[in-house]
C-alpha cells in the first residue's frame, strides 16, 4: 500500500530532473548503455516462433506471478513493437517477484526490469538476471521515486500494480508518467478495484481512478474544448483532493487513453504527434459539396464554448460534485448527530414506559390490595352491622327491662308515699326519732367503755 506523496508547488513542474544539452544524453544511459546503443540494439531475431506472454506464463515454475489471463492476451498486441528493443520497464507492486522473472524473457533485450513494492519482505527477492533490480519502499514518496529515477531516468513500459487504491493510482500516474519514455506505455492494472469502495470507489465516485482515467479523454482532446483554459483544469479537483501538480507539458504528451476489462493504457507522444493534424481532402468529384476541396491542408479550429453550460465554467463537474459530496458528508454528519439524539431520546422514552410499566404494576398489585381491604371492610361492616342490630336489640330489651323497672320503682314510691302519708307513719314518729337516738346514744356509751 502506497502512502501520499509531498505536494509540489507549481503547475508546470516535471516530475524528475530536467536536463539539457551534453548532459541529457548521459541521463539516457542505463548501466554504462548510450541511448543511441540502445536504439540499435536487436540481438534476439522477433518472428512468428516467439513464445507469447501467455505460452511463458504456463511454463513459468519460479516466482509466483498474478495476472489476469485478459491481460496475458492485451500485453501480447501492447508490447508487440517492444519484444526486440532495449526496454527499461518499471512495475509498481511486485509482490512474490514472478513477473520481474517473466518480463526479461518477453524482452530479452531489455536493459532494466525494475520492481518496486512498500512490503519489506520483497527485499529478500533475489534474481539471477543482473537488469533485474527491486526497489523497497512507497512509490508515492519522494524519496522512493530518486532512488527509481536514479536507475533510469525514463522508462518505455511503466506498469501499475500496487495498492489499486484510487488515491495512489492516481498520484503515482502524476508522479511518473513524466518519466515515460516518448512512445513508451503506462498501464494501470485492476481497475476493477475503483468501483468498490473499500479502494477509495465506486459505480458513480467522480473521484475515483477510473474517473480519472476517463477525464483524460478530454485532456487528449484539448485543442477542442474551444475554451480558454489549461489541461490540468479539468483535472483541478483530483489535484485537490490527491494534492498533487500535473505538468501542462506532460498532459500534453498523452497520445491515446485505451480501456480494456479493469485495464487503461496511456500511450504517450511528442505533443505536435497529438494534435487532430491537418485535413487531407483527396480526389477531384465533388457533386454535393465541391467546397470540400478548399479545406485540404486546413486545420480544426475550435468554436467559442464560454458560453455554453456543457464546457468547463468555473468549476468542473467533478468540483460541484465534489463541493455537493462535502455537503452530502455534513449533512451525514448532522442527521448522524441528531440520530443519535433521537436514539438517546428513545431510549430515554422507552425508560419512560419501563418505570411506567413498573407503576401500572405497582398499581394493580395495591387495587389488588384495595379490592381485598374493600372486601375485609365490606365484611367488617357486615358483621359490624350484625352487631349493631344485635346491640340495639339488646338496647331495646334493656330499655324495656329498665321502663318495666322504672314504672316498679315509681309504684314502689307511690306505695312508700302512701304508707309515710297514712296516720299510722305519723303517730309512730315520734318512736322512730326515738330509736335514732338510742341507737347513737349505745354507740357514745360503747365508745367510752372501749
Known sequence: MKKDPSPKNMRDAEAGPQVV????????????????????????????????????YNAHSGKVSDKWSTYLDAYDRVFLDYRNKPVRLLEIGVQNGGSLEIWPRYFPNSELILGCDIDTACSGLVFDDQ?????????????????????????????????????DIVRSFARY?????????????????????????????????????????????????????????????????YKIVFGEASLASIHSVEFLNSLCIVTKRPSQENSLGVRDVQ?????ADRGMVSLDGTTSKARDQTGNPWSLASTTMEEEIETNRALVTSRGARIEELSREVAEIREQLQGGRDQIARMEAHLVERVEEIQVLQGEISAAHATANVLRAERDNEI????????????????????VQEFKDSTSWRITSPLRALSVNIRWLLKRVAAVFR
Open 21 to 56: 544539452g551534453p548532459e541529457a544524453a548521459a541521463l539516457e544511459a542505463v548501466d554504462g548503455v548510450p541511448a543511441s546503443v540502445r536504439a540499435k540494439a536487436h540481438a534476439t531475431p522477433f518472428g512468428a516462433l516467439t513464445p507469447s506472454l501467455r505460452d511463458l
Open 131 to 167: 537488469k533485474i533490480a527491486v526497489v523497497i519502499g512507497d512509490a508515492n514518496t519522494d524519496e522512493i521515486e530518486r532512488k527509481i529515477v536514479t536507475k533510469s531516468a525514463t522508462f518505455d513500459i511503466i506498469i501499475d500494480d500496487g495498492s489499486h487504491t484510487s488515491s
Open 177 to 241: 508518467f513524466p518519466h515515460l519514455s516518448d512512445g513508451g506505455v503506462y498501464i494501470a492494472e485492476d481497475l476493477h478495484c475503483s468501483y468498490w469502495q473499500k479502494f477509495e470507489g465506486g459505480l458513480y465516485d467522480p473521484l475515483s481512478s477510473m474517473s480519472f482515467f476517463k477525464r483524460l479523454l478530454d485532456v487528449v482532446n484539448h485543442e477542442h474544448w474551444g475554451l480558454p483554459r489549461f489541461r490540468a483544469d479539468a483535472l483541478a479537483t483530483f489535484s485537490d483532493r
Open 283 to 287: 480526389g477531384q468529384v465533388a457533386l
Open 396 to 415: 331495646a330489651r334493656a330499655q324495656a327491662v329498665t321502663t318495666a323497672l322504672q314504672a316498679r320503682i315509681e309504684q314502689n314510691e307511690r306505695v
